[in-house]
Every structure is written in C-alpha cells, then in structure tokens.
C-alpha cells in the first residue's frame, strides 16, 4: 500500500522554525518527484517546493525562496521541508505528494494535476 505520511508541524512564533518530514512507505522515492503543497484557510492549495527524483533540482515557489529547503534521505525514504524566518502567513496545512519520474531524472512537475499520491497534511501554524 502506498503511503506517505507527513508530520513535524505544530504552533511557532514568527521567526521560527520547524522541520516537516514526509515518510514514504510501499514505493521508493528514487523514482519519484516529491513536492510540499500548503492550503491557508480560505485559500487554495499552491506549491511549496519540488525535488526531482536524482536529488539534483530543486524549485521554490517565490513566496519560500530562501528561507524553506527540501531535502531527501533515500535510506529513510522521507523527504524533509526545512522552514526557517517562518511568517503569520506560512499558516496552512502542508502536504507532501509524489509524480513518478524514473530514477535518476532532474523533473520537478509544477502542476498539481502531475501528482496523485498525497498525504494527509500536517497542520502549521504561525502565531505570537
């Protein structure tokens, strides 16, 4: 069974920081581009971050660029989003989802649609 499963959200002070991961199970991530997606109440989902399935690209959606960095750990099958200088309006619940890509290849898919495995979200919250 397919499965990924984020976690490390919670409540932080602007300025912050935290830590997400995102446990794959029942597929390796070798073959996969992972990306974040954030939704913010009242707001639809957008796109955090991408990482290409070799590990040798990256996107950021302007509003994270230098402040947020995804990582992975191919022995742990997880990818982690590093947040740091974390803003009121970082506030959302983030989700972690994969495109079969093959391995070894530098896409990193913008669209939505190209992802159809998704975890359940982990709830961020950014607040003083």
């Known amino acids: 069974q397919i499965q990924l499963v984020e976690s490390g959200g919670g409540l932080v002070q602007p300025g912050g920081s935290l830590r997400l991961s995102c446990a794959a199970s029942g597929l390796d991530l070798d073959y996969y581009a992972v990306a974040w997606f954030r939704q913010s109440p009242g707001s639809e989902r957008e796109g955090v971050s991408c990482l290409s399935s070799n590990g040798g690209r990256t996107r950021y959606a302007d509003f994270v660029k230098g402040r947020f960095t995804i990582t992975k750990d191919n022995a742990k099958n997880t990818v982690y989003l590093q947040m740091n200088s974390l803003k009121v309006e970082d506030t959302g619940v983030y989700y972690c989802?994969?495109?079969?890509?093959?391995?070894?290849?530098?896409?990193?898919?913008?669209?939505?649609?190209?992802?159809?495995?998704w975890g359940q979200g982990t709830q961020v919250t950014v607040s003083s």
């Open positions: 989802a994969v495109a079969w890509s093959g391995s070894g290849s530098g896409w990193t898919p913008i669209l939505e649609t190209e992802f159809y495995t």
